[in-house]
């Protein structure tokens, strides 16, 4: 299914849109676009009338060529030689793939974590776990989210890092789609419970298969649900 952005409705700019005032234009409408396309305001398959997304962000052109050029390499915009923009798709075929490049690296961010994390470092992660569970937005971090991107940032590998920042914004255009079929599954809290106590431990073995099975078994259950709330896209 097709969407356009051509006749977009005027809007308040998305929170924390004020604190990009210092940002250059470029940057600025980078950082929004980007944002309207995480959260799906930009429904995957669009149609970008750039005239019109430089009007609905109170630019010129030259910035939103720019960004789209930008979002380009992220993956997030398809830029054909001859024809319109369109934000990239969603596909059952990517969901899977993002899931096993996620099963990959954070498996292993979580083993090399074990043998580097402190005692605070665990406290944090505890409290992260003890904080009230994201409702509001589902494509921001979550108590479940926030845990995740934790563990694998205290791999301290910037690589492994980078690649899994990349992988998990393109993960949450798919998470606010389950949400709105009601299927993003709760906080596993006895899960991770675990697997912070396997990295507590220096088990680099452990947190390892603990994470593993974890992810696993979350995709096992929204795996049928992510098939039905991407039909629209096929």
């Given at each position: 299914?097709?969407?356009?952005?051509?006749?977009v409705e005027?809007?308040?700019?998305?929170?924390?849109?004020?604190?990009?005032r210092?940002?250059?234009?470029?940057?600025?409408?980078?950082?929004?676009?980007?944002?309207?396309?995480?959260?799906?305001?930009?429904?995957?398959?669009?149609?970008?009338?750039?005239?019109?997304?430089?009007?609905?962000?109170?630019?010129?052109?030259?910035?939103?060529?720019?960004?789209?050029?930008?979002?380009?390499a992220?993956?997030?915009?398809?830029?054909?030689?001859?024809?319109?923009?369109?934000?990239?798709?969603?596909?059952?075929?990517?969901?899977?793939?993002?899931?096993?490049?996620?099963?990959?690296?954070?498996?292993?961010?979580?083993?090399?974590?074990?043998?580097?994390?402190?005692?605070?470092?665990?406290?944090?992660?505890?409290?992260?776990?003890?904080?009230?569970?994201?409702v509001?937005?589902?494509?921001?971090?979550?108590?479940?989210?926030?845990?995740?991107?934790?563990?694998?940032?205290?791999?301290?590998?910037?690589?492994?890092?980078?690649?899994?920042d990349?992988?998990?914004?393109?993960?949450?255009?798919?998470?606010?789609?389950?949400?709105?079929?009601?299927?993003?599954?709760?906080?596993?809290?006895?899960?991770?419970?675990?697997?912070?106590?396997?990295?507590?431990?220096?088990?680099?073995?452990?947190?390892?298969?603990?994470?593993?099975q974890?992810?696993?078994?979350?995709?096992?259950?929204?795996?049928?649900?992510a098939?039905?709330?991407?039909?629209?896209?096929?």
């Open positions: 299914m097709i969407y356009s952005v051509s006749a005027s809007r308040p700019l998305l929170p924390g849109h004020a604190s990009r210092s940002l250059t234009k470029a940057d600025a409408a980078y950082a929004e676009i980007r944002e309207r396309i995480l959260s799906c305001e930009l429904a995957p398959g669009s149609v970008i009338e750039q005239e019109s997304l430089a009007a609905w962000l109170g630019s010129s052109t030259t910035p939103v060529r720019e960004s789209l050029r930008r979002l380009a992220e993956q997030l915009v398809i830029l054909p030689a001859h024809s319109d923009a369109r934000i990239a798709s969603v596909s059952l075929e990517e969901f899977q793939e993002l899931h096993t490049v996620r099963l990959g690296l954070e498996t292993l961010a979580a083993s090399i974590a074990a043998t580097k994390l402190t005692a605070a470092d665990v406290s944090r992660l505890r409290d992260l776990l003890a904080a009230p569970e994201g509001s937005d589902p494509v921001s971090d979550d108590r479940s989210g926030a845990l995740h991107r934790a563990i694998y940032a205290a791999s301290l590998n910037r690589t492994i890092i980078q690649i899994l990349s992988t998990w914004d393109r993960i949450g255009r798919y998470r606010v789609l389950l949400a709105r079929a009601g299927a993003v599954p709760s906080c596993r809290t006895r899960e991770h419970e675990v697997i912070i106590d396997a990295l507590e431990r220096h088990d680099s073995d452990g947190a390892s298969r603990l994470v593993q974890h992810l696993d078994d979350t995709f096992r259950v929204i795996l049928p649900a098939a039905d709330a991407l039909q629209p896209y096929a």
